[in-house]
């Protein structure tokens, strides 16, 4: 059974910043996909960032371009978000996620998902 956990998470400044971790455990397949979404309250959940299992490939939603870096360590399992340049719209509930392809992600449909973790960013 796959688990992802995340850490990392608190309240910050506008323009400060803020790393969030994710491990995964209970791979049983080598290749695959991980990636952040976030839930504002009232708002729908939305797609932050995502990458492949080896870095090669990255995909970020038009909001955090040149703010937020995402990056893998897949000797680990780990995925990390760093996130510069906080605004008080980056708060929300982000959340781990991971799946085979790429594709799911992309779509919003991720077979593993984190439990979640606060981030709040104060003006």
């Known amino acids: 059974q796959v688990q992802l956990v995340e850490s990392g998470g608190g309240r910050v400044q506008t323009g400060d910043s803020l790393r969030l971790s994710c491990a995964a455990s209970?791979?049983?397949?080598?290749?695959?996909?991980m990636g952040w979404f976030r839930q504002a309250p009232g708002k729908e959940r939305e797609f932050v960032a995502a990458v492949s299992w080896n870095g090669g490939t990255t995909y970020y939603t038009n909001s955090v371009k040149g703010r937020f870096t995402i990056s893998t360590d897949n000797a680990k399992n780990t995925v990390d978000l760093r996130m510069n340049s906080l605004k008080p719209e980056d708060t929300a509930v982000y959340y781990c996620?991971?799946?085979?392809?790429?594709?799911?992600?992309?779509?919003?449909?991720?077979?593993?998902w984190g439990q979640g973790t606060q981030v709040t960013v104060s003006s």
């Open positions: 996620t991971l799946d085979r392809t790429m594709q799911a992600i992309l779509n919003g449909r991720p077979d593993y």
């Open positions: 209970g791979l049983t397949f080598n290749y695959y996909a």
